[in-house]
């Protein structure tokens, strides 16, 4: 039986690259031993280190005046070592919270800077929830960045224009980065935790424009400081080498499978099809306004909730697993990242319309 894997995180992976993954897992390029075991220094690791970051930056073509780096400790680190590299102590900084991630980076980043302000939030309107329109966000005058979260995990709820900010734009694109084309000049930094999108699990990318490097507070955890890991071309200490590997093997499977413009119109096709089947199912419902339903995660509930543990044992039986939704949030939830093929979608909306049907 295929399963069709819709976690939110740690996601799945495409098989092709686990398949190439547990080939060289004894014999990494004829060395009788695994990319694991050999050193971040040695030529062989720097050369596949810097063939991912040249990847990255042809998927989301990222201007040279951007640096990349690959670091430790997952999305939330950069919650915290975000105010601390990007704004000093004194600093005003505007943050939006659209759901439960971008509510956890604004009450971190309170530890840190002197003033947070909240410029927006989501909202209850008649067709769901709803991030308001900038014209309405209060930001801050000078502020040192305002961070928002493009794609809201837990809640389903993404925001779809690029905000169009005077101060530098800091975006957690934990689960939506590589998802469609971005226009990666309009922000100062983009982050993101890598076992959504990309590979492992407490491993991150941060891509940040090169002025924003200067560090604002000296007491910055080392590891954490960017300015450092650029300079030491993110091996300032030993990184995780397995995560980097797997990464640039996505990175390589991304680019076969056509780049960013491919995984954006399979992804549209996808979420448009399992929005269909919940809108017209008066058996499902999505409570998030459509200009701000995310394409990546798709919280949905039955209009029969006693009926939760029965769909997801019989979604199981036919190989469609880890639909639960939050613990926040409850009902279900499919998250559909890069490496979920359209089938897969097809194979839920599939069994959701059967499953209505014998419960209605
Ligand atoms: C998963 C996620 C995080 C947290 O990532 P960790 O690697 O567990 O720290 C942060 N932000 C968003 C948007 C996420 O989806």
């Given at each position: 039986m295929t399963i069709h894997n819709f976690s939110a995180g740690p996601a799945m992976l495409p098989a092709a690259v686990l398949k190439k993954a547990q080939a060289e897992l004894l014999d990494w390029q004829g060395r009788g031993v695994s990319v694991m075991e050999v050193s971040h220094r040695s030529p062989e690791y720097v050369a596949m280190a810097e063939e991912a970051e040249q990847n990255l930056r042809d998927l989301m073509a990222i201007p040279d005046n951007y640096a990349v780096l690959f670091m430790h400790g997952g999305g939330r680190n950069h919650f915290s070592a975000v105010p601390q590299n990007i704004a000093s102590a004194d600093a005003t900084v505007d943050y939006v919270t659209t759901g439960s991630w971008s509510q956890i980076a604004f009450d971190e980043a309170k530890k840190y800077v002197g003033k947070v302000n909240l410029a927006a939030s989501a909202e209850d309107t008649a067709q769901g929830k709803a991030i308001p329109q900038f014209e309405n966000w209060q930001l801050s005058e000078g502020a040192a960045y305002l961070h928002y979260c493009p794609n809201e995990t837990v809640d389903g709820i993404a925001l779809h224009e690029i905000p169009d900010s005077k101060a530098p734009l800091v975006a957690d694109m934990s689960s939506v980065i590589l998802a469609e084309p971005l226009d990666v000049s309009k922000f100062g930094v983009i982050y993101a935790g890598a076992q959504k999108n990309i590979g492992p699990s407490g491993f991150s990318v941060v891509i940040i424009r090169?002025?924003?490097?200067?560090?604002?507070?000296?007491?910055?955890?080392t590891v954490m400081n960017y300015q450092v890991q650029d300079a030491e071309r993110s091996m300032y200490n030993t990184p995780n080498t397995w995560a980097w590997y797997l990464s640039g093997e996505v990175f390589k499977w991304l680019k076969a499978e056509g780049g960013v413009a491919a995984m954006g119109e399979r992804n549209h096709a996808k979420a448009r099809l399992l929005y269909e089947c919940i809108d017209n199912n008066p058996f499902y419902q999505n409570q998030v306004h459509p200009r701000n339903r995310s394409i990546m995660n798709v919280p949905f509930q039955l209009?029969?909730?006693?009926l939760d543990a029965t769909f997801l044992k019989e979604a199981a039986e036919e190989g469609l697993v880890a639909l639960k939704g939050h613990r926040f949030v409850g009902g279900m939830r499919a998250s559909m990242y890069n490496a979920m093929p359209y089938e897969g979608t097809q194979a839920l909306v599939d069994f959701m319309t059967r499953f209505a049907q014998r419960n209605r």
């Amino acid at each position: 039986m295929t399963i069709h894997n819709f976690s939110a995180g740690p996601a799945m992976l495409p098989a092709a690259v686990l398949k190439k993954a547990q080939a060289e897992l004894l014999d990494w390029q004829g060395r009788g031993v695994s990319v694991m075991e050999v050193s971040h220094r040695s030529p062989e690791y720097v050369a596949m280190a810097e063939e991912a970051e040249q990847n990255l930056r042809d998927l989301m073509a990222i201007p040279d005046n951007y640096a990349v780096l690959f670091m430790h400790g997952g999305g939330r680190n950069h919650f915290s070592a975000v105010p601390q590299n990007i704004a000093s102590a004194d600093a005003t900084v505007d943050y939006v919270t659209t759901g439960s991630w971008s509510q956890i980076a604004f009450d971190e980043a309170k530890k840190y800077v002197g003033k947070v302000n909240l410029a927006a939030s989501a909202e209850d309107t008649a067709q769901g929830k709803a991030i308001p329109q900038f014209e309405n966000w209060q930001l801050s005058e000078g502020a040192a960045y305002l961070h928002y979260c493009p794609n809201e995990t837990v809640d389903g709820i993404a925001l779809h224009e690029i905000p169009d900010s005077k101060a530098p734009l800091v975006a957690d694109m934990s689960s939506v980065i590589l998802a469609e084309p971005l226009d990666v000049s309009k922000f100062g930094v983009i982050y993101a935790g890598a076992q959504k999108n990309i590979g492992p699990s407490g491993f991150s990318v941060v891509i940040i424009r090169k002025d924003l490097l200067e560090t604002r507070q000296n007491r910055v955890c080392t590891v954490m400081n960017y300015q450092v890991q650029d300079a030491e071309r993110s091996m300032y200490n030993t990184p995780n080498t397995w995560a980097w590997y797997l990464s640039g093997e996505v990175f390589k499977w991304l680019k076969a499978e056509g780049g960013v413009a491919a995984m954006g119109e399979r992804n549209h096709a996808k979420a448009r099809l399992l929005y269909e089947c919940i809108d017209n199912n008066p058996f499902y419902q999505n409570q998030v306004h459509p200009r701000n339903r995310s394409i990546m995660n798709v919280p949905f509930q039955l209009a029969k909730p006693e009926l939760d543990a029965t769909f997801l044992k019989e979604a199981a039986e036919e190989g469609l697993v880890a639909l639960k939704g939050h613990r926040f949030v409850g009902g279900m939830r499919a998250s559909m990242y890069n490496a979920m093929p359209y089938e897969g979608t097809q194979a839920l909306v599939d069994f959701m319309t059967r499953f209505a049907q014998r419960n209605r």
